[in-house]
């Protein structure tokens, strides 16, 4: 059910690349709900042709761009102001890698050149990204900028890498900007802390079933998945929340909140009943 809460509204939408991922359905609800944009992500990603897909579904136009080059970045911003006729009102970041990770190098012992290119990446490219709509005056007054984070940002979770130093850049930069083009421009800047989510490429992350089981277990209204998220998107895009700004919000069925959970107490509790009948296998 659309309810027209972009209706006149002009984007840029970055890091789509399939169905799985939450800036597809971004992209899909914000055109149910009447805005207009453009859509961006790397040359390698528009190999895998699936984004062509995504623009005839929403009639837009896709913009390839490194999102760690400055270049690339401006042509994105002024083609896209070509493209929509104008400002644009709300852009999504929604980029992230790290070959720590991807490579299996664990926190203490990490490859720098890797933990560069993770920060670059996942982290740098939203700063040259206001940076650049900033000296352009690229966004309309009132426009809204998202950036998806994850709870690592402020807690410690195990597997997760520098990836988590990465997102905790990220929230500072949207704080840093968020002061800066609100004082100036009355444009709001946040970020949305999201439940693990089964993407393309979080599923290739080793462990993320047992991590997505545990995050369940302890969130009393369950993982929010990627249509959610996009929802959630959706609105701070939107007028509904035009004094929202600078805040890392969480959006992850209360996870965030939670100390233990009597679901997670009762499966951790299991656990030693294992342990106990292999013990006890063992002493026979």
Same mark, same amino acid.
């Given at each position: 059910?659309?309810?027209?809460?972009?209706?006149?509204?002009?984007?840029?939408?970055?890091?789509?690349?399939?169905?799985?991922?939450?800036?597809?359905?971004?992209?899909?609800?914000?055109?149910?709900?009447?805005?207009v944009f453009t859509l961006s992500n790397t040359p390698t990603a528009l190999r895998f042709g699936e984004l062509?897909?995504?623009?005839?579904?929403?009639?837009?136009?896709?913009?390839?761009?490194?999102?760690?080059?400055?270049?690339?970045?401006?042509?994105?911003?002024?083609?896209?102001?070509?493209?929509?006729?104008?400002?644009?009102?709300?852009?999504?970041?929604?980029?992230?890698? =790290?070959?720590?990770? +991807? !490579?299996?190098?664990?926190? &203490?012992?990490?490859?720098?050149?890797?933990l560069n290119k993770t920060l670059d990446i996942s982290a740098i490219s939203f700063h040259k990204m206001l940076?650049?709509?900033?000296?352009?005056?690229?966004?309309n007054e009132w426009g809204s900028v998202v950036a998806l984070s994850y709870v690592a940002a402020q807690r410690?979770?195990?597997?997760?890498?520098?990836?988590?130093?990465?997102?905790?850049?990220?929230?500072?930069?949207?704080?840093?900007?968020?002061?800066?083009?609100?004082?100036?421009?009355?444009?709001?800047?946040?970020?949305?802390?999201?439940?693990?989510?089964?993407?393309?490429?979080?599923?290739?992350?080793?462990?993320?079933?047992?991590?997505?089981?545990?995050?369940?277990?302890?969130?009393?209204?369950?993982?929010?998945?990627?249509?959610?998220?996009?929802?959630?998107?959706?609105?701070?895009? =939107?007028?509904?929340? +035009? !004094?929202?700004?600078?805040? &890392?919000?969480?959006?992850?069925?209360?996870?965030?909140?939670?100390?233990?959970?009597?679901?997670?107490?009762?499966?951790?509790?299991?656990?030693?009943?294992?342990?106990?009948?292999?013990?006890?296998?063992?002493?026979?």
């Open positions: 059910m659309a309810y027209n809460l972009l209706k006149g509204k002009k984007g840029i939408i970055f890091g789509a690349l399939d169905h799985k991922s939450i800036a597809w359905k971004v992209a899909e609800l914000a055109h149910e709900e009447g805005a062509d897909e995504l623009a005839a579904k929403t009639n837009s136009t896709v913009i390839p761009a490194d999102a760690t080059s400055v270049d690339d970045l401006t042509h994105v911003f002024e083609e896209s102001m070509k493209v929509l006729g104008g400002k644009v009102d709300f852009v999504l970041h929604s980029i992230g890698m =790290s070959l720590n990770v +991807r !490579k299996k190098r664990v926190y &203490n012992d990490v490859d720098y050149n890797y940076q650049i709509a900033f000296k352009l005056d690229a966004i410690t979770h195990y597997g997760y890498n520098d990836m988590a130093d990465a997102k905790a850049l990220l929230e500072s930069i949207a704080r840093s900007f968020g002061y800066i083009y609100g004082r100036d421009r009355r444009i709001r800047i946040n970020t949305v802390s999201q439940s693990p989510t089964m993407t393309t490429a979080g599923g290739g992350v080793k462990g993320i079933d047992g991590l997505m089981d545990f995050t369940n277990r302890m969130s009393p209204l369950g993982n929010a998945d990627a249509a959610e998220c996009a929802n959630y998107c959706i609105t701070l895009f =939107s007028d509904l929340t +035009r !004094k929202v700004t600078m805040q &890392n919000l969480f959006h992850d069925g209360g996870f965030s909140s939670m100390g233990m959970s009597w679901k997670a107490m009762e499966m951790y509790n299991k656990s030693f009943e294992c342990d106990c009948n292999d013990e006890k296998l063992i002493t026979e």
